[in-house]
């Protein structure tokens, strides 16, 4: 058994009497496609296989504690007192919240849960808390939701109580995951396909830049609302619906005096991103690495330049990478601000790669980072608890 599965089985055992169900919900990496899932994009995540595990089981009476072993912190509220309070609290109260805003009646509940995402690191540690808790306590009361609608609910679930604006991805991700398989999710109408995903030669590495800047949940909320803005001062020239109806670069440069600056860059960034994606789709079919590996690299430098949601350290692994001839894809992953840059590195290159990079990266900002080589998982699911 996974240790932490073992740890928190153990924990609960200790300090409950009821026998528990354990639960594994997977954080995500994102091939491509970033900050266009609430724009109405196209997104490339899978689950991965770090995640947090759950141990849950009914009390029988009107109370639910939870302990976080990731920070050694319990909470114990009443079913009747759920309510917004801070970090990690929110995420998983703003679940229970959700549930009692569909009308449903909450038992009592004990839940032991940690896990291996290291937090801030844009593996959507957040997603794998909601979903993991939303899975169980969907099982619990018998609600009958499915995996589409309970990534909706966690979606709601994040932007309630802890009042991040997210898109769909990440909780999507986390549900509707395959091992082995990258999905493309069509985040306008929720249509997604699997790919397998062929990397003959390849493996696909983090690298942890282990630092997170600035209260990210603002200025994501931020990007946003640029987006919203722009959209509404497109919208109200053009009959379109978002800005995948854009389809050429120059139809934005009409609306360029008529919007500040930023808002003006984050529109162009979207525009082709949602555009990098589509293209990146077909290559991943075509299993034509190097030239998906290309259209990485033009994200980062969108990301960076247009969307500003890049960070000194996250520029120098991206161009260390780039200047690596086995590296053929690279940039950061996720919400931004810190956190990983995702990689494409041939086999033979990736000790060699990690190693330079630690190096240089530690000389420059005196931390060491952390590698990953990503294995894919299956979405959010009970884990047997015989051996
Ligand atoms: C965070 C959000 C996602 C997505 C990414 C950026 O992970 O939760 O919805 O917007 O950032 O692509």
């Known amino acids: 058994m996974n240790p932490i599965a073992a740890t928190i089985l153990k924990s609960f055992t200790e300090s409950f009497i009821s026998q528990p169900t354990l639960y594994f919900s997977p954080g995500r990496i994102n091939l491509i496609g970033e900050h266009v899932d609430y724009n109405d994009g196209f997104v490339m995540p899978a689950a991965i296989n770090k995640g947090v595990y759950y141990a849950i089981g009914e009390n029988e009476s009107n109370e639910i504690h939870f302990y976080s072993m990731d920070f050694d912190e319990w909470l114990s509220v009443g079913t009747g007192e759920v309510k917004k309070m801070s970090g990690w609290r929110n995420y998983a109260l703003s679940v229970v919240n959700e549930?009692?805003?569909?009308?449903?009646?909450?038992?009592?509940?004990?839940?032991?849960?940690?896990?291996?995402?290291?937090?801030?690191?844009?593996?959507?540690?957040?997603?794998?808390?909601?979903?993991?808790?939303?899975?169980?306590?969907?099982?619990?009361?018998?609600?009958?939701?499915?995996?589409?609608?309970?990534?909706?609910?966690?979606?709601?679930?994040?932007?309630?109580?802890?009042?991040?604006?997210?898109?769909?991805?990440?909780?999507?991700?986390?549900?509707?995951?395959?091992?082995?398989?990258?999905?493309?999710?069509?985040?306008?109408?929720?249509?997604?396909?699997?790919?397998?995903?062929?990397?003959?030669?390849?493996?696909?590495?983090?690298?942890?830049?282990?630092?997170?800047?600035?209260?990210?949940?603002?200025?994501?909320?931020?990007?946003?609302?640029?987006?919203?803005?722009?959209?509404?001062?497109?919208?109200?020239?053009?009959?379109?619906?978002?800005?995948?109806?854009?389809?050429?670069?120059?139809?934005?440069?009409?609306?360029?005096?008529?919007?500040?600056?930023?808002?003006?860059?984050?529109?162009?960034?979207?525009?082709?991103?949602?555009?990098?994606?589509?293209?990146?789709?077909?290559?991943?079919?075509?299993?034509?690495?190097?030239?998906?590996?290309?259209?990485?690299?033009?994200?980062?430098?969108?990301?960076?330049?247009?969307y500003e949601v890049s960070c000194e350290e996250l520029d120098f692994l991206v161009e260390l990478a780039s200047q690596n001839s086995n590296v053929i894809g690279s940039r950061l992953m996720g919400g931004g601000f810190g956190g990983c840059t995702i990689n494409i590195i041939a086999n033979d290159g990736i000790e060699h790669f990690i190693e330079e990079t630690s190096k240089a990266y530690q000389q420059r900002f005196d931390i060491i980072p952390e590698a990953y080589i990503v294995e894919t998982a299956d979405g959010t699911n009970e884990v047997s608890i015989t051996p």
Do not use: W
């Open 99 to 306: 549930f009692l805003l569909l009308g449903c009646k909450i038992k009592g509940f004990n839940c032991v849960f940690a896990g291996d995402i290291p937090r801030g690191s844009g593996m959507s540690s957040s997603a794998a808390v909601e979903g993991g808790l939303a899975f169980a306590l969907n099982e619990m009361l018998n609600v009958g939701l499915n995996r589409v609608q309970l990534a909706l609910l966690c979606q709601r679930a994040e932007h309630n109580f802890p009042n991040v604006n997210c898109g769909i991805m990440d909780q999507f991700a986390n549900m509707m995951g395959k091992k082995d398989k990258v999905l493309l999710l069509d985040c306008r109408s929720m249509e997604h396909q699997y790919f397998p995903l062929h990397m003959e030669g390849y493996k696909i590495v983090l690298l942890n830049s282990k630092v997170h800047h600035t209260l990210a949940s603002g200025e994501y909320n931020i990007r946003r609302q640029r987006c919203e803005e722009g959209l509404g001062i497109i919208k109200s020239k053009l009959n379109i619906q978002s800005f995948r109806d854009i389809t050429r670069v120059e139809d934005l440069q009409v609306y360029k005096t008529n919007m500040p600056g930023k808002v003006y860059n984050c529109c162009l960034y979207v525009i082709e991103e949602i555009a990098r994606a589509k293209k990146a789709s077909e290559l991943l079919q075509q299993e034509n690495l190097i030239e998906f590996g290309k259209l990485m690299y033009a994200t980062h430098e969108g990301l960076s330049k247009l």
